[in-house]
Structure formats: C-alpha cells, structure tokens
C-alpha cells in the first residue's frame, strides 16, 4: 500500500533535511517533488495544485518552534495536510440510532462487493455486537447469493431467501420485513454491479434507496483503488445519482500508486470508511487518514499494529509466555505460537512498514516472501514432531531427526538446521530476559512484567561491576 508514494516522499523530504531554518528556497525543491509524486500516483490534478499551495502557505507561514527540527516540523505540516485531506477522522456507519439499519452495498462490476458484505457483517457481529442480516439483491448475477450465503455461514450470520426473480426493490423490502421478524439491528444489502453509465440500472438503485428513505440508509460505494483516478469519477457519479454515505476502497493492497485514498474525499466530499484487503473475511481495516498519512511519510503505524496484535493475542497466554521465558523456558511449542500469531497479523512487509522507519530498511531488503516461505518450511518441520520433542528440543536426537524428517518431507539436514537456529534463538531470549531481569537495555525499558503487571523500578545490586548497557546480562 502506497509504496511507491512512501518512496517518493522519501526522496522529496530529504532536500529539507539539515536545513537551519523553513525557506521557500529550500523547500521548493522538496514541493517540486512531492508535486510530482502525487500526480504519477495518479491523484486529482486539483487535489495536488491545492494540497501542495496549502503545505507551501502553512510552511513560510509557521514559526519554527524553538528546540524542534526545521525539517521536522516541515513534515509534520505534510502529514497533518495530507491527514486533512483524506478527512482528518475515521468516521464509520451510525449504528446507534432507532430502528433496523440498512447498509446499502453498491459499485461497478468486479469490485469486490459481495466479499466486502461478508466482511462487513464480520466486523459488525465481533466488533460492535450487532444482530446481522444479508440480504441477496443481485438478480443479474444469480451466483452471487450462493457466494453471500456461503459468507453468511462462515462469518454466523443469517441471509434472507431471496427470490431473484422480484425486482431489487421489492427484495429489499421482503428483506427488511424479515429483519423486524427476527429483531436483527443491521440488514446489509448486496446489489447488482452495474456501469455507472447504464440509466436503467442506476434507476433501479434509486428506486431501492426511494424505499429505505424513512430508515435514512447508509449507501456505500465499494470503489477498485487499483483504478485510481477512475474510481474518483465512480464516486461522483453514484454520488450524484442516489446519494452515498461512505465509500470503501477495495484491493488496496495490490495498488501501489493510492491516487484513490488521496482524491476521493476532497472531490466528492464523502468519506472513505473502510479498507477491503485481500479475500479473507477478517481482511478489513477502518480507514483512518491521519494513520495513512504516517504510513506515506514512513512514520509508521503503531496504533494500527496495536489493535492488529489485540485481535489475536490473548494477554492470558501471552503472560503464561513471558513467566515461561523468565525461568529460560523458551519451547519448540512456543515459537510455533508465536508464527501462528503473526500469520493471523498479515504478511511480515506489512507488518513491518508499520514500525517507523522501516519503509526505507525495506526497500533495501527487497522481498520478504522467501523468509516467509522459510517460516512455512518450518512449520511442517514442527508439525512432525511430538508434543514432548516440541516441549523439550534436547531430547531429539539422531534417530528422531531421521523420523522428522521423512515425516515432512525434508532433508535430515534441513531438520538439523532448524533445531541449530532455533537454539540460537533460545540463546537470544535467554539473554534477553537477562538483561531486562537484571535492570539493563535500554533506557527506561521496564521489565518483562510491562504491559501484564505493574512495572517496577529495578535497582543495580551493589558490587557489580556494570557492562556498557547499564548493567544485567553484561554483568561481570
């Protein structure tokens, strides 16, 4: 997501850097590029002209802060602009409201909107506890009601028989008498795709909006980002023909340019609300336009990773695992738990370019699909392994790495240098807790307990001599 947008910044930004103080000489060249940028991601040409008018104002205009960074400074004006003119705040659907809420899902053909039904009922159901009903309105595409009740069966969610043969107005309303029937607070609405130049069929979706109109329905847009600037026009013509209340940009992960996230709400005035990602039914993120901006400048996402890590980790597990690393217990068992969790958190790119910093590192790196691919490798090794070899790695010898071996499909030597690495990374943790035990590492680092129990101020024991690092696992 925005990679090559995040590159370019980069580049641009680094003409500021060093500077004594904020110029229009100095940061035109920065301007210039970031201009440049901005067009070849293909944002609205209105959108680059105002944006970059509006950072070159508020630059000259700013006083520089005394014990604050020029350079800094210049790119907080950046993020903050580019956060405005994404829209500054997530904003979501109005759940809290009388009555049933209808969410109408609509778009272009092949953009994803059946999948992001799916996932919108998801999040729905776990994140905000509401009672879901599907309602199949496509009866141009009869595939896509076996498609949405498959969904519905996967995320636990009820879906409306429809009959395909009624017309999507009257589907809507055998749908929403249903919802009352069953005391549901959400009915998602799946239309037909349509071209946005078919009259007839943008009629029968203003006919469909015309019956909800007492229950204010929200109309969301599911828009391909990979189309850039075209998904701009999407918008704007739905928008202007029955009225959205949101869009959603689907296959952000693919597009690498983000002319879509930057031109959509500053063209259209509606807010993106959700990023629809990949196939699987948890793939989807609140869109939050000053988290994005950070992510573009390559200032990372901490809040995002956050949230990412809460979804899948129990904090009960999690402290069963720090008690365990604390007495230098660190298993076969545990390192496998740990790769399942941060396969349940996405790709490790993705993972990684939410650190700050890390979009550049990365760049350098290049792909990372082979050290996943490693990680997958060893998996298998770990599958074919008992529970007592994953609990005690000493204990494998010879014979049974003959065993693991031929039980998943490796080499005896892949086996052995699987057990080597993870020995080394043992080793690792050993050390590590050792030096957060004895009150080393960084500074102002808290000890293992943080985040799971109160933290507690550790002293240097008379005595010792201290290593470098303040003392610890460097002790002498």
């Known amino acids: 997501m925005f990679d090559i947008l995040n590159e370019k910044f980069a580049s641009a930004l680094k003409n500021i850097q060093g500077k004594g103080k904020i110029s229009e000489s100095n940061i035109s060249d920065?301007?210039?590029?970031?201009?440049?940028?901005?067009?070849?991601?293909?944002?609205?040409?209105?959108?680059?002209?105002?944006?970059?008018?509006?950072?070159?104002?508020?630059?000259?205009?700013?006083?520089?802060?005394?014990?604050?960074?020029?350079?800094?400074?210049?790119?907080k004006i950046v993020h903050d602009e580019l956060a405005e003119?994404?829209?500054?705040?997530?904003?979501?659907?109005?759940?809290?409201?009388?009555?049933?809420?209808?969410?109408?899902?609509?778009g272009l053909n092949g953009q994803g909107k059946t999948t992001f039904c799916g996932?919108?009922?998801?999040?729905?159901?776990?994140?905000?506890?509401?009672?879901?009903?599907?309602?199949?309105?496509?009866?141009?595409?009869?595939?896509?009601?076996?498609?949405?009740?498959?969904?519905?069966?996967?995320?636990?969610?009820?879906?409306?028989d429809s009959d395909l043969s009624m017309l999507p107005k009257d589907i809507v309303i055998a749908g929403m008498a249903e919802a009352k029937r069953l005391k549901k607070d959400v009915v998602i609405i799946d239309t037909a795709g349509r071209l946005h130049v078919d009259e007839e069929l943008m009629g029968q979706l203003k006919d469909?909006?015309?019956?909800?109109?007492?229950?204010?329905?929200?109309?969301l847009l599911v828009?391909?980002?990979?189309?850039?600037?075209?998904?701009?026009?999407?918008?704007?013509?739905?928008?202007?023909?029955?009225?959205?209340?949101?869009?959603?940009?689907?296959k952000m992960d693919s597009d690498?340019?983000?002319?879509?996230?930057?031109?959509?709400?500053?063209?259209?005035?509606?807010?993106?609300?959700?990023?629809?990602?990949?196939?699987?039914?948890?793939?989807?993120?609140?869109?939050?336009?000053?988290?994005?901006?950070?992510?573009?400048?390559?200032?990372?996402?901490?809040?995002?990773?956050?949230?990412?890590?809460?979804?899948?980790?129990?904090?009960?597990?999690?402290?069963?695992?720090?008690?365990?690393?604390?007495?230098?217990?660190?298993?076969?068992?545990?390192?496998?738990?740990?790769?399942?969790?941060?396969?349940?958190?996405?790709?490790?790119?993705?993972?990684?370019?939410?650190?700050?910093?890390?979009?550049?590192?990365?760049?350098?790196?290049?792909?990372?699909?082979?050290?996943?691919?490693?990680?997958?490798?060893?998996?298998?090794?770990i599958s074919s392994m008992t529970k007592g070899e994953r609990d005690n790695h000493k204990i494998i010898k010879e014979s049974r790495i003959s065993r693991i071996a031929k039980g998943s499909g490796n080499t005896i030597q892949a086996v052995k240098d699987f057990l080597a690495k993870f020995k080394q990374m043992e080793s690792m943790m050993g050390n590590m807790m050792g030096m957060l035990k004895g009150g080393g590492g960084m500074p102002g680092f808290a000890g293992p307990q943080a985040g799971f129990r109160q933290q507690k101020k550790q002293k240097n024991k008379k005595g010792k001599k201290k290593g470098p690092w303040g003392g610890g696992f460097f002790n002498k």
Do not use: W
């Open 119 to 160: 996932k919108l009922s998801r999040h729905l159901t776990l994140k905000k506890k509401k009672n879901v009903l599907l309602v199949p309105a496509d009866n141009f595409r009869p595939a896509a009601k076996k498609q949405l009740e498959i969904l519905a069966k996967d995320v636990g969610v009820d879906c409306f």
């Open 256 to 381: 690498a340019r983000g002319g879509a996230a930057l031109s959509i709400r500053y063209v259209t005035g509606v807010p993106i609300h959700y990023i629809s990602n990949g196939e699987k039914m948890k793939d989807l993120e609140l869109f939050h336009p000053d988290r994005l901006a950070k992510r573009i400048l390559d200032m990372g996402d901490i809040l995002s990773l956050v949230e990412k890590a809460e979804e899948v980790i129990d904090e009960k597990d999690a402290e069963k695992m720090m008690q365990k690393m604390e007495k230098g217990k660190f298993t076969i068992d545990d390192f496998m738990k740990q790769m399942n969790m941060m396969k349940k958190m996405g790709s490790m790119s993705s993972l990684l370019k939410m650190i700050p910093g890390m979009g550049g590192a990365l760049r350098e790196v290049g792909d990372l699909s082979p050290a996943e691919d490693e990680m997958d490798r060893m998996k298998v090794i």
């Open 208 to 219: 469909v909006r015309e019956v909800l109109k007492d229950q204010n329905p929200d109309v």
């Open 223 to 250: 828009a391909d980002a990979m189309t850039g600037q075209e998904a701009v026009n999407v918008a704007k013509t739905f928008h202007e023909t029955v009225g959205l209340s949101g869009v959603v940009l689907s």
């Open 85 to 106: 003119v994404m829209g500054k705040a997530n904003e979501e659907i109005e759940l809290e409201r009388d009555g049933i809420v209808p969410v109408l899902i609509v």
């Open 30 to 75: 920065a301007l210039g590029e970031i201009r440049t940028a901005l067009l070849e991601a293909d944002v609205n040409f209105k959108v680059v002209r105002n944006f970059v008018n509006a950072v070159k104002e508020k630059a000259l205009g700013e006083k520089v802060i005394s014990g604050v960074n020029p350079s800094e400074q210049f790119i």
